[in-house]
């Protein structure tokens, strides 16, 4: 099921041709028809049907509602929103009711979006899958023995199955762009800063941004034309682009395009590989400059990430000790006993590994060479992103190295499955902005294109993404 | 080559306020070894001259003004995701023996 680009949805809420209350029953009528799908932790539906209600009265009373006026939507479970639980797909924040909302949940609501659900992901963002859940993983909507990818893979199934028109995401080293490639989605992480973080729930704050997964890149920059900006609630925030975010799409003619050497490798699925070439050769007749560019510290940045992400999910995750809000082990006869038994019964082994490896690279004695090494080696790899930028206007290359591999496949072997993120934590580690575009399809399985460009340069890129996304359907 | 052995792992469990299955403690002592072993490729880069990368957008110290804002936070709301509370504050166990 397929829905109008927002815009077209919000104008014909505003001038009365569509309700709001029915758009929100067809969100929930297609959560419930997709179920076995399992992308939804959980509805929102009476907070939802009376905001649509309300919406729909305004509209009647002549007033302006905004932007996304009677736009459903769904939020990966890691934002806090009214009307359901926030679990981030947990066992220790089960039961947690967010007493306040995110940033990003209230900008979308001002302009009268409607969140319906809150989307699976794996457990606190941990993961490439949704196999972390604590609660179930999410099947891809195109081969449903396949995973959806993760973490925000709740949110790229839910786009593409159609419940709602848009979904919101996270993305720490991929969590957007990488579910978008492996179910077809358009998939948008921002500059570092660009979208308040407030009331979502943290995983590595050094790199975690917030952004949107679409149908249509033009969904994508109504978004985030609402959700840009610097919000008080997070000092990190940056400032917004005078210009906004709803470019006019730019021409191919005369745009530099570096393919990047280290993506296009070894370790890549021929099918994988073959749709990207594919698409390269239609931005080449499209009349874009095509040049081959060698970021070489590249393939470190996995390496890099692996104990950045750790140390600060290490970090992040020491405020659920079962005293303040969340699961707290109720038989322990003292806090030390209360800690240890809130953490063992609350975190899933995914969660645990993090905050040991990340303790580990913290513990006096190995700081110097895991964390304050890897945040040298982080500075190198901004170089070179930086001297890349100086020679072109974009960089691409695959969102992944595979499409969705099978349910289970790499469960076993952790390292394995880190290696998933292996073309997507960079853009993470330097701050700078990416798109997936669906890029065709390798064996029936969606294949996703990444496009990068420098910091704060995401008007231009969202500009070129329109024509890129046109060439490539 | 880093290779943890059992008494790191729990260690590491303990300092990470985590307690540990026999089996997740065999598990683990292997599978951290092989991520510690895999990020350890960093140890050959030259990072003459290079400093570390704290924040990636270049801001410094962002300033606020000092001042209590009402957010509209109801207390009691607040106090309700609280695992065990009395008396409308949030009950601890004693921290001091």
């Given at each position: 099921m397929?829905?109008?680009?927002i815009a077209?949805?919000?104008?014909?809420?505003q001038?009365?041709?569509?309700k709001?209350?029915?758009?929100?029953e067809?969100?929930?009528q297609?959560?419930?028809d997709n179920?076995?799908y399992?992308?939804?932790?959980?509805t929102?539906?009476?907070?939802a049907?009376?905001?649509?209600?309300?919406?729909?009265?305004q509209v009647?009373?002549?007033?302006?509602?905004?932007?996304?006026?009677?736009?459903p939507?769904?939020?990966?479970d890691n934002?806090?929103?009214?009307?359901?639980?926030?679990t981030?797909?947990?066992?220790?924040?089960?039961g947690?009711?967010a007493?306040y909302?995110?940033?990003a949940?209230e900008?979308?609501?001002?302009?009268g979006a409607?969140?319906?659900?809150k989307a699976n992901?794996?457990?606190?963002?941990?993961?490439?899958?949704t196999?972390n859940?604590?609660f179930?993983?999410?099947?891809?909507p195109?081969?449903p023995?396949?995973?959806p990818?993760g973490?925000s893979?709740?949110?790229?199934?839910?786009?593409?199955?159609?419940?709602a028109?848009f979904?919101?995401?996270t993305d720490t080293?991929?969590?957007i762009?990488?579910?978008?490639?492996f179910?077809?989605a358009v998939?948008?992480?921002?500059?570092?800063g660009?979208?308040s973080?407030?009331?979502?729930?943290a995983m590595?704050?050094?790199?975690d941004v917030v952004?949107p997964?679409t149908?249509r890149?033009?969904?994508?920059e109504?978004v985030?034309d609402?959700l840009?900006?610097?919000d008080?609630?997070d000092?990190t925030t940056?400032?917004r682009?005078?210009q906004?975010?709803?470019p006019p799409?730019t021409d191919?003619?005369g745009?530099k395009?570096g393919?990047?050497?280290?993506?296009?490798g070894?370790?890549l699925?021929?099918?994988?590989r073959?749709a990207?070439?594919?698409g390269?050769?239609?931005l080449r007749?499209?009349?874009a400059?095509?040049?081959?560019?060698?970021?070489?510290?590249l393939?470190l940045?996995?390496?890099v990430?692996?104990?950045?992400?750790?140390?600060e999910?290490?970090s992040?995750?020491?405020?659920y000790d079962?005293?303040?809000y969340?699961?707290?082990?109720?038989e322990?006869?003292?806090?030390d006993?209360?800690?240890l038994q809130?953490?063992e019964?609350?975190?899933g082994?995914?969660?645990k590994r993090?905050?040991?490896?990340?303790?580990?690279?913290?513990?006096?004695?190995?700081?110097d060479?895991?964390y304050?090494?890897?945040?040298?080696v982080r500075?190198r790899?901004?170089?070179?992103?930086a001297?890349a930028?100086e020679?072109?206007d974009?960089?691409l290359?695959p969102t992944?190295?595979?499409?969705a591999?099978k349910?289970g496949?790499?469960s076993?072997d952790p390292?394995?499955?880190?290696l998933?993120?292996?073309m997507?934590?960079a853009?993470?580690?330097a701050?700078?902005?990416?798109v997936?575009l669906p890029?065709?399809v390798s064996d029936?399985l969606?294949?996703g294109?990444?496009l990068?460009?420098?910091?704060?340069?995401?008007?231009?890129?969202?500009?070129?993404?329109?024509?890129?996304?046109?060439?490539?359907a | 080559m880093?290779?943890?052995t059992?008494?790191d792992?729990l260690?590491l469990?303990?300092?990470?306020?985590?307690?540990?299955?026999d089996d997740?403690v065999?598990?683990f002592?292997d599978?951290l070894?092989a991520?510690l072993?895999?990020?350890?490729q960093?140890?050959?880069?030259?990072?003459?001259?290079?400093?570390?990368t704290n924040?990636?957008?270049?801001l410094?110290?962002?300033m606020?003004?000092?001042v209590?804002?009402?957010?509209?936070?109801?207390?009691?709301?607040?106090?309700k995701?609280?695992p065990?509370t009395?008396d409308n504050?949030?009950k601890?166990h004693?921290?001091i023996g």
């Amino acid at each position: 099921m397929t829905w109008e680009p927002i815009a077209d949805i919000a104008s014909k809420v505003q001038a009365g041709e569509l309700k709001a209350v029915d758009l929100v029953e067809r969100a929930l009528q297609a959560i419930a028809d997709n179920e076995s799908y399992q992308a939804i932790i959980a509805t929102t539906t009476e907070r939802a049907r009376q905001r649509a209600h309300d919406i729909d009265a305004q509209v009647a009373a002549g007033e302006t509602v905004g932007r996304l006026a009677g736009v459903p939507f769904i939020a990966k479970d890691n934002f806090l929103v009214f009307g359901a639980e926030t679990t981030a797909a947990s066992n220790i924040l089960k039961g947690f009711e967010a007493p306040y909302q995110s940033t990003a949940i209230e900008r979308l609501e001002a302009e009268g979006a409607i969140c319906v659900a809150k989307a699976n992901l794996d457990a606190f963002a941990h993961g490439s899958s949704t196999e972390n859940s604590d609660f179930f993983t999410t099947k891809n909507p195109v081969d449903p023995t396949r995973v959806p990818g993760g973490s925000s893979g709740g949110s790229a199934a839910a786009t593409v199955l159609g419940l709602a028109p848009f979904a919101l995401g996270t993305d720490t080293g991929g969590s957007i762009r990488l579910p978008a490639s492996f179910c077809g989605a358009v998939g948008y992480k921002p500059t570092y800063g660009l979208i308040s973080r407030s009331g979502v729930v943290a995983m590595a704050s050094s790199l975690d941004v917030v952004g949107p997964l679409t149908s249509r890149v033009v969904d994508a920059e109504l978004v985030l034309d609402v959700l840009a900006g610097q919000d008080e609630l997070d000092s990190t925030t940056i400032a917004r682009d005078e210009q906004g975010y709803l470019p006019p799409a730019t021409d191919l003619k005369g745009k530099k395009i570096g393919v990047i050497t280290e993506y296009m490798g070894e370790g890549l699925q021929p099918g994988v590989r073959t749709a990207t070439e594919a698409g390269i050769a239609k931005l080449r007749d499209a009349g874009a400059d095509i040049v081959e560019l060698s970021l070489p510290s590249l393939p470190l940045g996995l390496a890099v990430y692996y104990i950045l992400c750790p140390a600060e999910v290490s970090s992040n995750l020491s405020r659920y000790d079962g005293q303040r809000y969340g699961y707290g082990d109720a038989e322990a006869h003292n806090l030390d006993e209360s800690y240890l038994q809130t953490r063992e019964r609350g975190f899933g082994k995914e969660a645990k590994r993090r905050i040991m490896i990340g303790t580990y690279v913290l513990s006096s004695g190995y700081y110097d060479a895991y964390y304050k090494r890897a945040q040298t080696v982080r500075t190198r790899l901004i170089a070179e992103f930086a001297a890349a930028f100086e020679q072109v206007d974009f960089l691409l290359g695959p969102t992944a190295p595979t499409t969705a591999f099978k349910i289970g496949e790499h469960s076993d072997d952790p390292l394995q499955m880190y290696l998933t993120d292996i073309m997507t934590v960079a853009v993470n580690l330097a701050g700078v902005p990416a798109v997936s575009l669906p890029c065709g399809v390798s064996d029936g399985l969606p294949v996703g294109l990444q496009l990068i460009a420098p910091q704060r340069a995401d008007r231009a890129l969202l500009a070129t993404a329109q024509t890129v996304e046109e060439l490539l359907a | 080559m880093t290779k943890l052995t059992r008494d790191d792992v729990l260690k590491l469990a303990q300092l990470a306020r985590i307690s540990l299955h026999d089996d997740e403690v065999a598990e683990f002592t292997d599978e951290l070894s092989a991520i510690l072993q895999y990020v350890e490729q960093l140890s050959s880069v030259n990072l003459d001259g290079l400093q570390p990368t704290n924040q990636v957008t270049g801001l410094t110290n962002v300033m606020r003004d000092d001042v209590v804002k009402d957010y509209g936070y109801a207390p009691l709301e607040l106090l309700k995701n609280a695992p065990r509370t009395q008396d409308n504050q949030i009950k601890v166990h004693r921290m001091i023996g």
